[in-house]
């Protein structure tokens, strides 16, 4: 059992080796417009946007900014499949021109294309990091009509190519049910509102830049186990330090990323390598003492009538019945085409080996990685 992830370096406004209809699932976080950081990268695209910001023109440059965005998600709207899903990490941008403090609204522009151009937007989920002090304040201070609300929040956008995806086939519905996911984390996953994850590092060592602007896995390994099968092709057309590949790889499903910055290429292959297979496949041991430690508690007060037969324990619902969980067992290939092996059960050890990297670790005990969910 494998599942293969490839790595292009290029913008994604043309992502020429992508076939049409070939991708079940995108899970991205884009440049964020009008956040400073991100000025120079979009400003390459199209001088036109430097030209506007320093001739104090923000509307300008705002809608500049989201027409080279607006390429990538023609690009996206040819290689999803019908019905495929489509998940955009997002935040608004707030910032002064010409003395005057603004807020540019990205997950409005980016809702406006998606919707003109035949997609239903689902219900979105709005992300409230952690990271941010309790303290802090832009604008008058205590002064009012002079202070402005902090932006605390991102927003996860979710919409679908037309109407729903089908699984006509017995193996299309089969492979669905094995990719079901506990009652408990639905009832967590499907909330409009993540609180509970925190963010990440964000220091690197590149040329190109000093931040990641990177979001934490829990967030696309959510995402992927919400809406795709296992054995589907993620994309994400903005990869930057590889970690919507890392949550493919943990969910047993395909990948593609393009990264415009060559730069990041080796970025991505360390973290690869330094998520090992012993870590990824305890984020599975956690799930499933979760969900032993929900149950316990549940059959203390009422009987759960559903049985999982793989997973040898109950369950809430018949849709969980038939859930099955694969292990990885090993990671090979180099930066830009990658194999992941996976087994039925946990190996005694595991391997990963990129390029001329190899490691064999055994399967730790009793420790906690960052990903719990």
Not at 102 to 129: C, D, E, M, Q
Not at 306 to 319: A, C, G, I, K, Y
Not at 352 to 361: D, E, H, L, M, Q
Request: hydrophobic letters at 40%.
């Amino acid at each position: 059992m494998k599942t293969t992830h490839s790595i292009y370096t290029g913008a994604a406004q043309q992502m020429k080796k992508i076939n049409d209809n070939s991708v079940e699932l995108v899970v991205t976080s884009p440049p964020y417009p009008m956040i400073q950081m991100w000025d120079e990268i979009l400003s390459k695209q199209n001088p036109c946007i430097a030209n506007a910001l320093n001739e104090n023109q923000p509307d300008a440059a705002f809608e500049l900014m989201h027409q080279e965005l607006d390429k990538v998600w023609d690009e996206v709207t040819r290689v999803l499949v019908p019905g495929g899903i489509v998940c955009i990490n997002v935040g608004d941008a707030t910032r002064t021109f010409n003395g005057n403090f603004a807020l540019y609204s990205n997950h409005s522009r980016i809702i406006n294309y998606f919707t003109a151009h035949g997609y239903v937007n689902l219900p979105n989920i709005i992300w409230r990091k952690q990271t941010n002090a309790p303290n802090k304040f832009m604008g008058s201070g205590m002064l009012p009509a002079g202070a402005y609300v902090t932006l605390e929040h991102e927003w996860i956008l979710i919409f679908r190519k037309g109407g729903k995806r089908e699984f006509k086939s017995a193996i299309d519905k089969q492979k669905r049910r094995e990719s079901s996911f506990f009652w408990e984390e639905r009832n967590v996953w499907f909330s409009d509102l993540w609180d509970n994850i925190k963010g990440t590092k964000q220091k690197i060592s590149a040329e190109s830049r000093d931040r990641s602007a990177a979001y934490p896995l829990e967030v696309p390994y959510r995402l992927i186990n919400m809406y795709s099968l296992q054995g589907d092709t993620v994309l994400d057309p903005f990869l930057g330090t590889g970690t919507t590949t890392i949550a493919a790889i943990m969910s047993n499903r395909n990948s593609i990323g393009y990264e415009i910055d060559d730069k990041f290429i080796n970025i991505i292959a360390d973290n690869i390598h330094s998520s090992s297979v012993d870590q990824i496949n305890e984020v599975i041991v956690n799930r499933i003492a979760a969900h032993k430690e929900f149950v316990s508690q549940r059959t203390q007060n009422k009987e759960i009538k559903h049985f999982n037969e793989h997973l040898q324990m109950p369950v809430m619902t018949s849709q969980e019945t038939d859930m099955r969980f694969v292990y990885l067992s090993a990671i090979r290939g180099n930066n830009h085409l990658i194999t992941a092996e996976y087994a039925d059960t946990i190996p005694v050890t595991t391997e990963i080996k990129i390029g001329n990297r190899k490691r064999i670790a055994p399967i730790p005990t009793g420790r906690q990685i960052a990903l719990t969910l």
